[in-house]
């Protein structure tokens, strides 16, 4: 039996999500405005709520394309709002359409999205050492930075708790506790 981070037990999306995803590095531009996006949906609400929905915001979002999000009008985000399949929260909604419009000067300034976040971690992935959860933090020196440049530059739900759960998500972190069996596959120093 394959010993797995307490968090993903209980439900099988959450296990399939721990076990195939949370934690592999990613460097596509839209699936990290995909997990930016997700993780500003989620705040204030579990995890699992949002998976659940995930597909619902791929398709409402147009599979994270940040140049089509960015030209989403106010007759597009009034019919978002009424989707069941998203988190319907103006705010939430409005803030993806914001981020998308942001993302695309970055990448104009700095070739990709992936690029100016790499510079966040030094292009390497934080090797952390937990036995237990509880030992894992909710944000991090790193995590404080990323929230405090991305808010400079006008992003919205992008707090330091919501960058750090981001950055674990995408494999920038490999908070996985040392007894579960995806921490040493995804013990890497590049990110």
Request: glycine share 6%; charged share 25%; aromatic share 10%.
């Amino acid at each position: 039996m394959k010993l797995r981070c307490q968090w993903s037990l209980g439900d099988s999306l959450l296990q399939e999500y721990h076990d195939r995803e949370w934690g592999v590095p990613i460097h596509d531009d839209c699936l990290l405005f995909e997990h930016l996006s997700l993780g500003g949906a989620q705040a204030g609400l579990s995890w699992l709520t949002i998976l659940k929905r995930r597909q619902g915001y791929k398709k409402a979002f147009s599979g994270f394309d940040p140049e089509k999000v960015a030209q989403f009008k106010s007759e597009k985000i009034d019919r978002l709002l009424e989707n069941p399949g998203i988190i319907r929260n103006r705010q939430k909604v409005n803030s993806v359409v914001n981020n998308a419009a942001l993302i695309l000067e970055i990448i104009n300034e700095h070739g990709s999205l992936n690029d100016y976040l790499c510079k966040f971690t030094e292009g390497k992935s934080i090797q952390n050492s937990w036995e237990k959860e509880s030992e894992l933090p909710v944000n991090t020196k790193e995590s404080d930075n990323m929230s405090k440049k991305l808010k400079s530059r006008g992003f919205k739900f992008i707090g330091t708790t919501i960058c750090y759960a981001f950055m674990q998500a995408v494999g920038m972190v490999n908070d996985h506790t040392r007894d579960c069996f995806r921490y040493s596959e995804l013990s890497i120093n590049d990110f």
